[in-house]
């Protein structure tokens, strides 16, 4: 309860769309406040050494960054309550600097927390069933899904409950908090991945056996950083009922012979490239049928009440056309363009799917001032159900808006510089905090993206231009996705100035794949010019209404490589 | 070193042998897991053995070994390397009942875990104890009282609360 937000009590978290704590959540994550604060007093007096104190800090979220404390707050499955995001703009006035960052992995950053306050946030995120628990460190991290859930009408099922089951089975694990490294689950239930399920240490998609039964398959060892690699299929199908043992065998495979000697080579990523598929296979497979399979024997019926809290919210009964949404169009061109940029095809008739963009042209993406988390908090409740979603393209989603709304929304959303009609598109590049931040950067990412947005300006060239993933990371370590970039950027040092490896190619969906290198690095101050190089060459080439993407694939890379070494010659020294 | 056992620093009454001592025929005695086979042989029915092992040893060298050894201490090198709770869980799957000690750079901070992962006893250097003396530890056994996972001893299962609430 905060003096910012006197209606409180009036406003429960949603029921029917999002898992609500019971008193046992609620005692567990009080419990791990006061465990936390209790750590930091040790520390204060010495009792924990700077190097014991550190694995108990990451796991409650708290990295030591360039200039200071960096705070991770978990957003499971990305899915937030308008009272909760009230309540994020609550703490970053509070405690920081009146704005948070979205990051790729659908959490919450602040950057620029004390120590000594650290604590007291973490109750305040309490107060709205919300915690920083692993958010960091070698262990389980906080499981992410498509920011769809629920929506989409490519869906088997909705992957929250899932991903749900795993975060309480994952929190404070006796077994599996100190791992040879972090370990990151995604889940979907669509037929299209929009959660990159393939970059991830496990990615679980739901399916459907032939008989009809739901299921996982269960894929291993994918994950960026300075050695991408594409999960593998471990298991084709796996029953639910088999879900937490199956994955237990893993983690206990994954923790007695992942790497130890070699923190770059920890990844369960390595292990599964070294010791090859099929032994990893086997190995956990074999640990699967030594387990005692008893402590699991409730799993479905818990994995029920989980989902219960999931089902659909009660829609009203509309028409799949709204007469008043094609008169809009008619009649205002920009949110004829809003609408067909960032509004996605809902499930129910009558309802849509908006994306509230992060990335305004020359902004920080995914950065989100505290006031602008108040407007989306109140417009979630008066158009869409008290519900946000976070997206790991750094953007909000809006997941139930009335089709009637969407103009009144958009007219809100436009007064609050909340607008851009650019979701999938050039200028939405996903990008890092970079050397502005980050103590392991070795180049600035921030700068770049925002020249690149400013560069591609115009919209209507972006809309030209089509879907196009730029992903900028400012260090090997690839927290920009830039290995799944159609158009990737690395920031590296070279001889004390930065430089920027270009990749082209990248695809973080079930038809994963890594970027290739175009050429030697190009400076900052080249590279909106390169990618503008690039663009224009695929526009030359494109046929019909293909993507970036498809065109690279069809003509090929080396066609582009031709191109850079072309527009090399002329003095862009790429 | 320090040993620890629910909550309270307590003697130790077994001796670690080191390699170059000579076996006694009698008493509580901890020998290497080179020596394992030998001290098997050697030891009389009144004695008691223990073994110390390495934490990437595989479960299935001490599984018929394991009706003959009263206790097994698993070397935690530094407190960051969580391989020794994974064997712990094994061990105790394998069927060993007899005490099972951590021994190495463990904090205080994780004592639940080693309890969850089937550890009676905590074993640490004289310089951490010092820094996390007794309080530290008995504060620590009681951080926790809930806990999500199944199967693993320490705190209370919210699974079997939320059954037993729900009946």
Not at chain 1, 33 to 60: H, K, S
Not at chain 1, 184 to 211: C, N, Q, W, Y
Request: hydrophobic residues 40%; glycine residues 8%.
């Amino acid at each position: 309860m905060t003096a910012h937000d006197p209606v409180l009590p009036s406003r429960p978290n949603a029921g029917g769309t999002t898992y609500v704590y019971d008193q046992f959540d609620a005692a567990f994550v009080r419990e791990r406040v006061a465990e936390f604060r209790e750590q930091v007093e040790r520390r204060l007096a010495g009792a924990l050494t700077e190097d014991e104190f550190r694995p108990f800090r990451l796991m409650n979220g708290l990295y030591l960054q360039l200039h200071a404390y960096m705070l991770r707050i978990a957003i499971p499955y990305g899915t937030l309550t308008a009272r909760q995001l009230r309540q994020l703009a609550y703490i970053a006035d509070q405690w920081d600097q009146g704005y948070g960052h979205f990051t790729t992995r659908q959490n919450l950053q602040y950057n620029w927390p004390k120590l000594v306050d650290v604590p007291d946030i973490l109750d305040a995120l309490a107060d709205v069933d919300m915690h920083a628990i692993q958010t960091s460190g070698n262990c389980i991290r906080n499981i992410t899904a498509d920011h769809f859930a629920g929506v989409a009408a490519d869906e088997i099922e909705d992957p929250r409950p899932t991903a749900e089951f795993l975060r309480q089975w994952s929190s404070a694990h006796s077994e599996f908090s100190f791992l040879p490294r972090k370990f990151k689950f995604a889940v979907t239930g669509a037929e299209h991945d929009r959660a990159a399920i393939m970059v991830h240490d496990i990615g679980l998609r739901i399916v459907k056996s032939p008989a009809g039964e739901i299921g996982y398959q269960v894929a291993v060892g994918g994950g960026l950083g300075r050695s991408p690699f594409i999960c593998k299929v471990v298991r084709e199908f796996l029953p639910r009922a088999d879900l937490l043992a199956y994955l237990e065998a893993i983690m206990r495979t994954y923790n007695r012979f992942g790497r130890r000697d070699n923190k770059f080579k920890a990844r369960i990523k390595i292990l599964v490239h070294e010791r090859g598929l099929d032994e990893i296979r086997e190995a956990v497979e074999a640990e699967f049928a030594a387990m005692d399979r008893a402590p699991f024997a409730y799993d479905t019926q818990e994995f029920v009440r989980i989902a219960a809290f999931f089902a659909p919210p009660s829609y009203a009964k509309l028409p799949a056309r709204s007469a008043s949404l094609e008169t809009a169009k008619l009649e205002n061109r920009d949110f004829a363009d809003f609408v067909s940029v960032n509004v996605a095809e809902h499930k129910i008739d009558g309802y849509a799917i908006v994306t509230v963009s992060l990335k305004p042209i020359g902004g920080i993406p995914g950065d989100a001032a505290s006031h602008q988390m108040r407007v989306l908090a109140d417009l979630a409740e008066k158009f869409g159900l008290g519900e946000l979603r976070v997206s790991h393209a750094q953007n909000i989603i809006l997941p139930h808006v009335k089709k009637d709304d969407l103009f009144a929304l958009w007219r809100a959303l436009d007064t609050a510089g909340l607008a851009t009609a650019n979701a999938g598109l050039v200028s939405d590049i996903i990008s890092c905090p970079g050397l502005d931040y980050c103590s392991l950067a070795t180049a600035r990412s921030i700068p770049i993206a925002q020249a690149i947005s400013r560069r591609f300006a115009d919209l209507e060239r972006q809309r030209r231009i089509g879907e196009l993933g730029v992903k900028i990371s400012g260090c090997v370590n690839a927290c920009g996705h830039h290995h799944v970039g159609a158009i990737g950027i690395l920031g590296l040092e070279k001889k004390g100035a930065e430089s920027y490896q270009i990749t082209l190619g990248g695809d973080p969906t079930f038809e994963a794949s890594i970027g290739e290198l175009l050429g030697p690095g190009v400076s900052a101050e080249q590279v909106p010019e390169v990618i503008e190089h690039i663009v224009e060459f695929y526009l030359a080439e494109r046929q019909g209404d293909e993507r970036f993407i498809d065109t690279w694939r069809r003509i090929g890379h080396q066609r582009f490589k031709e191109l850079a070494w072309r527009e090399g010659e002329d003095g862009s020294d790429i | 070193m320090a040993l620890i056992s629910e909550g309270a620093f307590v003697e130790d009454s077994w001796r670690r042998l080191a390699d170059e001592e000579a076996l006694p025929k009698s008493g509580k005695i901890i020998v290497s897991l080179s020596r394992l086979h030998a001290a098997l042989q050697w030891l009389g029915a009144g004695s008691a053995l223990g073994v110390f092992v390495p934490n990437t040893t595989d479960p299935a060298a001490l599984v018929g070994a394991l009706p003959r050894l009263s206790l097994i201490a698993i070397a935690f090198p530094a407190f960051a390397d969580g391989r020794g709770f994974s064997l712990a869980r094994l061990l105790r799957r394998a069927g060993f009942t007899g005490e099972l000690r951590a021994s190495g750079r463990i904090v205080a901070d994780q004592y639940l875990h080693a309890v969850g992962c089937g550890f009676d006893r905590i074993e640490i250097p004289d310089d951490l104890a010092e820094r996390q003396g007794e309080a530290q530890w008995r504060a620590a056994l009681h951080a926790r009282s809930l806990s999500y996972q199944r199967g693993y001893g320490a705190g209370g299962s919210i699974l079997e609360q939320r059954r037993r609430g729900a009946k």
